[in-house]
């Protein structure tokens, strides 16, 4: 079968919606310095330190869940969905609104909502027990969300988003259902899978279709 490269297939992407169109909404970064830019396939939520009523900032969502310490945290409740544009910061607050200010549009994010009826496309992670490779039994499962923190490149150095297939144990680390396995990725090593996060963990301002949860 296939192989594919992990380390440089890496973010989550929109691949499909129920009624067509894919919904992309803009929001402004937030105004905290962090070299965490945001990059195209970063898991992003409203920043819930640094906020204003007339600015929604979004910042990289949080991935330190439970005793693994990388994994996206399923009990968050301000997931908004997946950068589709990259930032243009270099990390320091150089352009960016203050907290009390209106944004001036040169640091708008574009994000793909998870609005329950968008799916993304995942990457299987390869890191530690051996992987899972998509299967037509992976459908209806769900898993956690891998940060691989120590991840360079594309990335802006502070990590890549992989589904975890091997760390299924503890409940309270799953975050992303399973809606499909493409047939030309079925028992390619590395491959991808389709799904959407849990209903529980999305914003209500976004959050639409039914409940995933």
């Known amino acids: 079968?296939?192989?594919?490269?992990?380390?440089?297939?890496?973010?989550?992407?929109?691949v499909r919606n129920l009624y067509g169109s894919i919904a992309i909404r803009s929001y402004v970064e937030s105004t905290c310095a962090s070299s965490k830019c945001i990059a195209v396939g970063d898991i992003v939520t409203f920043?819930?330190?640094?906020?204003s009523s007339g600015n929604p900032f979004v910042v990289i969502?949080?991935?330190?869940?439970g005793n693994a310490q990388?994994?996206?945290?399923?009990?968050?409740t301000s997931l908004l969905g997946v950068a589709v544009s990259a930032s243009t910061s270099d990390g320091s607050t150089t352009g960016q609104p203050a907290s009390t200010a209106l944004s001036d549009g040169r640091r708008n994010i574009?994000?793909?909502i998870a609005d329950g009826f968008t799916e993304f496309a995942i990457d299987i992670s390869s890191v530690g027990a051996?992987?899972?490779?998509?299967a037509s039994s992976m459908i209806g499962?769900?898993?956690?969300?891998?940060c691989v923190r120590s991840a360079v490149g594309q990335k802006a150095g502070h990590g890549v988003?992989?589904?975890s297939s091997t760390n299924e144990s503890t409940a309270a680390d799953l975050s992303f259902v399973v809606t499909d396995v493409p047939s030309d990725q079925i028992g390619t090593t590395g491959g991808f899978v389709y799904g959407k996060f849990l209903s529980t963990m999305v914003h209500r301002s976004v959050r639409a279709g039914g409940p995933i949860t």
């Open 161 to 163: 988003w992989f589904l």
């Open 110 to 112: 574009l994000v793909a």
């Open 61 to 65: 969502a949080p991935s330190s869940q």
């Open 130 to 134: 051996t992987p899972q490779v998509p």
């Open 47 to 51: 920043d819930t330190v640094v906020n």
């Open 141 to 146: 499962r769900v898993y956690p969300i891998e």
């Open 1 to 14: 079968m296939a192989q594919r490269d992990g380390s440089s297939n890496s973010g989550l992407r929109p």
């Open 70 to 76: 990388n994994l996206l945290q399923n009990g968050i």
